[in-house]
T-cell receptor, first 115, second 116 residues
Framework: AQTVTQSQPEMSVQEAETVTLSCTYDTSENNYYLFWYKQPPSRQMILVIRQEAYKQQNATENRFSVNFQKAAKSFSLKISDSQLGDTAMYFCAFPTNFGNEKLTFGTGTRLTIIP | GAGVSQSPRYKVAKRGQDVALRCDPISGHVSLFWYQQALGQGPEFLTYFQNEAQLDKSGLPSDRFFAERPEGSVSTLKIQRTQQEDSAVYLC??????????????FGPGTRLTVL
């Protein structure tokens, strides 16, 4: 079975600092996408960043970047210059297998940015 | 443009009642998904539609759960004879294409169902 593991249930960091959220996964596929979604308190889940497994270059979106280690099946999210609005649940997710539409999500990391 | 909307936002049901949860996806989105999110957990897949066709219902936990999307737009998730373990947030998401090809899923605000 395809799995996604987020080993940090909760994290907190001071505003303006950098924080890294970890995610490992298991798949037998060779090419796929990986996603980080953010779910702010009482608000809708939104996409933060995505990474194509075939690309060696790590994806970057403004203050958000990933460290993708394909061989290790690791997909961590780095948030630089953290802001109060980054406080949220963060979920790592990926499509279960080729041709399958559904996303498998990790259990999430609750991130709190401290003023 | 408008995002994914869901109604009602909150639903309280007595055990044994039937409920119907509605999802309005983004206009033109082919793919529609239902997920169940228990408190403190990640979303878990329930079912998937491509237009009006239900291509995957492997995540529906029992035959009390039923989903439809008759015209390829609005979708309804129906739960019959609700049980306490059905209490969760039900998320709807839509997408213009496949997640395997990197398409983003756009989520609605969810319906929080509480079964007493």
């Amino acid at each position: 079975a395809q799995t996604v593991t987020q080993s940090q249930p909760e994290m907190s960091v001071q505003e303006a600092e950098t924080v890294t959220l970890s995610c490992t996964y298991d798949t037998s596929e060779n090419n796929y996408y990986l996603f980080w979604y953010k779910q702010p308190p009482s608000r809708q889940m939104i996409l933060v960043i995505r990474q194509e497994a075939y690309k060696q270059q790590n994806a970057t979106e403004n203050r958000f970047s990933v460290n993708f280690q394909k061989a290790a099946k690791s997909f961590s999210l780095k948030i630089s210059d953290s802001q109060l609005g980054d406080t949220a649940m963060y979920f790592c997710a990926f499509p279960t297998n080729f041709g399958n539409e559904k996303l498998t999500f990790g259990t999430g990391t609750r991130l709190t940015i401290i003023p | 443009g408008a995002g994914v909307s869901q109604s009602p936002r909150y639903k309280v049901a007595k055990r044994g009642q039937d409920v119907a949860l509605r999802c309005d996806p983004i206009s033109g989105h082919v793919s529609l998904f239902w997920y169940q999110q228990a408190l403190g957990q990640g979303p878990e897949f329930l079912t998937y539609f491509q237009n009006e066709a239900q291509l995957d219902k492997s995540g529906l936990p029992s035959d009390r759960f039923f989903a439809e999307r008759p015209e390829g737009s609005v979708s309804t998730l129906k739960i019959q004879r609700t049980q306490q373990e059905d209490s969760a947030v039900y998320l709807c998401a839509s997408s213009p294409g496949t997640s395997f090809n990197g398409n983003e899923q756009f989520f609605g605000p969810g319906t929080r169902l509480t079964v007493l």
